[in-house]
C-alpha cells in the first residue's frame, strides 16, 4: 500500500526518482536544488537504487554526462536550480534537438545580479525557448506525481523528448508536507523500462548530433517544434493512466472556483495555494473571482485555456519574472497571443510578483483582482505592473 | 606495470585490422593530418567502441546530415564538453551492464577533441572526468589552432605562429606563448596512461591507442596533427611535417604509465629546428634571432622529458 508521510519535498523528489530507478544521476549542488541529489547520492551509497551517481565538476558537464548515459540507453536524471541552469543553457538545446529524454528538476530560484538564493521563476523563463516539455508542480505531492510522469512522458517513443518539473525553491523544496509515496509495483506498472529506439549500440551504429546545413536545418527544427506540439496528447495520456493507477488526476490547465468568475487569477506554482484562499476570501465576500492554474508550461495549451477561461471578463496574469525591457511577462506575453483577437476574450492584466523570494500574500492577490478590475474599466499605460514594491 | 598491458601486443605492418571505424568520402581538406591521425585511432580500436566528439573539423568534416563517415556508434554534443558525454555513455554502460541489460563484452568510450577543445576550453570537463576515473580514451588532435573557425590562436599554438588572432605585426611577433603543456596537466590527473604521438609513426600511434583502450581508467593520448589549410604547408608534406617535429624535438614522443615517463623515440642525432619551420606560411616571418630562440627553447624542454624519464 502506498504511504502517506510526513516528508521533505525534496526528499520525497529523490524517493520519486528511486521508484521510477533511475540508471544515472549525473548533478552538481546548488541551493535549493542540494537535498534531493544529496539524498540520492545516499540512496545509491546504500544500495537503495542501482544507479551511477556520477559527482560532475559543473552543471555544464552534469547535463552534458546525461546526454551521453541517455544516448547509450540509461534511464537519466538531474537536478539543477538558477545559476546553474543558465550554466547548463547550451546544452538544454542540445539535449531537446537530439531528441534525449533526460528528467531534470529545476527548483525554481533567482537570477543573479544581485545575487540571490529566493524563490521566482527567472532561471526558467529564460529557457523558456529550450524545447524541454515543462511542468510546474503546486505542491510537494505535485512534485513527486510530476516526477514519475516526466520518465512515462519523457521516454515514450512517441514523445522522446526532455522534461522539466518545475518546483519552487525553498517553498517547495525545503518544506515538509504530507506526500504519499507510491509503491513501488504502482510505478512498475505505471513506467514501463526505458527502451529508446535509437542508442549508441556497436551493433547498431548511428550517427547522433550530426551538422545541420541550411538544407536540413529549418525542418530539423520544425520538426522539434511539432514533436512538442504533438506530445501534448500523451503528456495528457500518461496523465490519465497516472490517475488509473495512482487514482490523482492532473490536467494541463487546473480550474478553482471559476464557474461564474468574473476576474480569474492566473498562476503558475506554489503560490497557487495561496492563490486559493485569496479566491476563497474574496468569494466569501461576494466577489466572482477565479483561479486558474497553469501545470503544463511547454507545449503551451492554448486551447485547454481558452476552454477554462470561457466566460471570464479579465485575467490577472501573474508572472514571477522580470524582464527588463519587454512589452510584459511570459506568461502574460503568452496569453495574450493565445487570446489574440478570440472573440469575447478577457481582457488581460499582467503583475509580476514574488520576485526573489518576497512573499505573494492573499492581500497582494486582492490587491491584483482589485487593480484588474479598475483596469478593466480604464486601461493602464503600461501592460504590466509590479506588485509589492516597498515604498521606503 | 599495469597488469592489463602484461596482454599487450603491438601491431604490425603487415597485419593491420581491415576495419575502418571512420570511412574515406568525408569532407576534410586534401593533406589533413588530423582526419589521418584519426582514422589510424579508428583502425586501432576496432568495432566494439563509442565515440564522442567535441565541435571542430573532425566533427564538421564527418557529419554534414544525411551524410555520415562514422562506421562505428558516434554522437556530438557541443564544443568543450566530449569528455562530460563520455562519462555519461562510460556509467550508462556499466550500470546496463551491472542491470544485465547488456551483455558483458567490452566496449572502449573515446573522446576526441581538437586543441582547442581540449586544452582551452574543454580543460575543465575533462579535468573532471580524469579525476572521477572513468574508464575512457581522451584522444586529442592537435593542429595547434582553432581551424574550424578559421585558423585563430589557441594555447597550444606554437610561439610565434601567425594565426587570424595571433597575426605579426610591428608590436607582435605572432604568437607570443609558449605552448601550452596539455600532456603533462593530464599526467599531474594521476591517471593511469598519457602519450604523445604522430601520425607519421603510424604503428607507434595505433599501439598508444590500443594500451590507452586497454588500461582501465582514464587514458589521454596527445596526437600532433598538421593541417596544411591552417599552417600555409603543402598538403602532401603533412605526414613529413609530423616526422619532422618529432626529429627536431619540437614534439617528443613519450608514454606516461603510471606516472613513469618513457621516451619512445629519443633523438640523439636531431635535426635543426628550422628545417621544420620552413615551408611553413605561419612561421614565415620569423628571423633568424626568433628561429635560434626557438630552438634554444625546443632544446631544453626535450630535456625536460629526458630528465622526467631519468626521474620517474
Ligand atoms: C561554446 C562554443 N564556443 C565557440 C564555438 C566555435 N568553435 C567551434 S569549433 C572551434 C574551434 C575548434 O578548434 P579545435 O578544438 O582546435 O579543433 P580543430 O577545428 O582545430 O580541429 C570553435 C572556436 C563553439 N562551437 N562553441
Ligand atoms: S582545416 Fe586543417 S584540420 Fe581542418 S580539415 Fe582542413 S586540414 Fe584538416
Ligand atoms: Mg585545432
Redesign the interface.
Known amino acids: 500500500m502506498a504511504k502517506r508521510v510526513g516528508i521533505e519535498v525534496s526528499i520525497a523528489i529523490a524517493e520519486a526518482v528511486k521508484l521510477a530507478q533511475a540508471e544515472v544521476v549525473a548533478a552538481y549542488p546548488i541551493t535549493p536544488q542540494t537535498h534531493i541529489v544529496e539524498h540520492l547520492s545516499e540512496l545509491v551509497a546504500d544500495g537503495e537504487l542501482d544507479a551511477e551517481f556520477i559527482p560532475v565538476e559543473s552543471e555544464h558537464a552534469a547535463l552534458s554526462t546525461c546526454c551521453g548515459s541517455v544516448a547509450a540507453g540509461a534511464r537519466t536524471y538531474t537536478a539543477t536550480s538558477s545559476q546553474g541552469l543558465m550554466l547548463m543553457s547550451e546544452v538544454l538545446y542540445v539535449a531537446s534537438g537530439m531528441r534525449l529524454p533526460i528528467v531534470m528538476t529545476v527548483a525554481n530560484r533567482a537570477l543573479s545580479a544581485p545575487i540571490s538564493i529566493w524563490n521566482d521563476h527567472q532561471d526558467i523563463m529564460t529557457q523558456r525557448d529550450c524545447g524541454w516539455i515543462q511542468t510546474f508542480a503546486e505542491n510537494g505531492q505535485e512534485a513527486v506525481d510530476l516526477t514519475l510522469h516526466a520518465f512515462r512522458v519523457a521516454e515514450d517513443r512517441k514523445v522522446s523528448l526532455p522534461m522539466i518539473v518545475n518546483i519552487d525553491g525553498f517553498t517547495l523544496s525545503h518544506v515538509i508536507e504530507p506526500i504519499e509515496l507510491p509503491d513501488q509495483a504502482d510505478v512498475d506498472r505505471y513506467l514501463p523500462p526505458f527502451k529508446p529506439k535509437y542508442k549508441l549500440d556497436p551493433k547498431k551504429p548511428i550517427s547522433m548530433g550530426p551538422v545541420g546545413i541550411p538544407e536540413v536545418y529549418t525542418e530539423a527544427r520544425m520538426a522539434h517544434d511539432q514533436a512538442i506540439k504533438n506530445a501534448k496528447r500523451w503528456i495528457i495520456k500518461a496523465w490519465d493512466e497516472f490517475e488509473e493507477v495512482f487514482g490523482r488526476r492532473y490536467n494541463p490547465v487546473e480550474e478553482y472556483r471559476t464557474e461564474d468568475a468574473e476576474i480569474v487569477l492566473v498562476t503558475m506554482g506554489s503560490i497557487s495555494e495561496t492563490a486559493m484562499t485569496a479566491v476563497d476570501k474574496m468569494r466569501d465576500e461576494g466577489k466572482k473571482v477565479g483561479l486558474l492554474k497553469i501545470r503544463l508550461w511547454r507545449p503551451f495549451p492554448g486551447p485547454e485555456f481558452r476552454k477554462a477561461a470561457k466566460g471570464a471578463k479579465v485575467l490577472a496574469v501573474v508572472d514571477r519574472t522580470l524582464a527588463p525591457g519587454a512589452s510584459s511577462g511570459p506568461v502574460g506575453e503568452e496569453l495574450r497571443t493565445v487570446f489574440y483577437k478570440v472573440p469575447g476574450a478577457p481582457k488581460i492584466f499582467n503583475f509580476i510578483a514574488g520576485l526573489g523570494g518576497r512573499d505573494v500574500t492573499v492581500e497582494r492577490f486582492e490587491e491584483m483582482v482589485d487593480k484588474a478590475a479598475s483596469y478593466a474599466k480604464k486601461r493602464p499605460k503600461e501592460l504590466y505592473e509590479v506588485i509589492g514594491v516597498r515604498e521606503k | 606495470m599495469i597488469p592489463e598491458l602484461e596482454k599487450f601486443k603491438g601491431f604490425s605492418a603487415k597485419r593491420l585490422p581491415k576495419e575502418e571505424g571512420l570511412a574515406s568520402g568525408h569532407r576534410g581538406c586534401q593533406g589533413c593530418g588530423e582526419v589521418l591521425a584519426l582514422r589510424m585511432v579508428m583502425k586501432a580500436l576496432g568495432?566494439?567502441?563509442?565515440v564522442?566528439s567535441a565541435t571542430g573539423c573532425m566533427?564538421?568534416i564527418t557529419?554534414?546530415?544525411?551524410q555520415?563517415a562514422?562506421?562505428?556508434?558516434?554522437?556530438?554534443?557541443?564544443f568543450?564538453?566530449a569528455a562530460?558525454?563520455?562519462?555519461?555513455?562510460?556509467?550508462?554502460?556499466?550500470?546496463?551492464r551491472?542491470?544485465g541489460?547488456?551483455p558483458k563484452k567490452h566496449?572502449d568510450v573515446v573522446a576526441v577533441g581538437g586543441d582547442g577543445a581540449t586544452g582551452d576550453i574543454g580543460l575543465?570537463?575533462i579535468?573532471?572526468a580524469f579525476?572521477?576515473g572513468h574508464d575512457m580514451v581522451y584522444v586529442c588532435l592537435d593542429n595547434e589552432a582553432y581551424m574550424n573557425t578559421g585558423v585563430q590562436r589557441s594555447g597550444c599554438t606554437p610561439y610565434g605562429a601567425m594565426t587570424t588572432t595571433s597575426p605579426p605585426g610591428k608590436k607582435s611577433i605572432g604568437q607570443v606563448t609558449w605552448k601550452k603543456n596539455i600532456p603533462q596537466i593530464m599526467v599531474a590527473h594521476n591517471i593511469p596512461y598519457v602519450a604523445t604521438a604522430s601520425p607519421a609513426y603510424y604503428l607507434d600511434l595505433m599501439n598508444k591507442i590500443k594500451k590507452a583502450a586497454m588500461v582501465n581508467g582514464p587514458a589521454y593520448v596527445h596526437i600532433y596533427s598538421p593541417c596544411p589549410t591552417g599552417w600555409g604547408s603543402r598538403g602532401e608534406k603533412s605526414v613529413e611535417y609530423a616526422r619532422l617535429a618529432v626529429e627536431t624535438k619540437v614534439f617528443p614522443l613519450y608514454e606516461v604509465i603510471e606516472g613513469k615517463y618513457i621516451v619512445s623515440r629519443k633523438i640523439t642525432k636531431p635535426k635543426p629546428v628550422s628545417e621544420y619551420l620552413k615551408g611553413q606560411r605561419r612561421f614565415r616571418h620569423l628571423t633568424e634571432e626568433n628561429i635560434a630562440y626557438i630552438q634554444k627553447r625546443v632544446d631544453e624542454e626535450y630535456e625536460k622529458i629526458l630528465r622526467l624519464a631519468e626521474l620517474t
Open positions: 568495432k566494439d567502441v563509442i564522442c566533427e564538421i557529419s554534414p546530415y544525411p555520415s562514422w562506421n562505428v556508434p558516434w554522437i556530438h554534443v557541443a568543450e564538453n562530460a558525454v563520455a562519462s555519461g555513455v562510460e556509467s550508462a554502460l556499466k550500470v546496463l551491472r542491470k541489460k547488456l566496449i575543465q570537463w579535468s573532471g579525476e572521477r
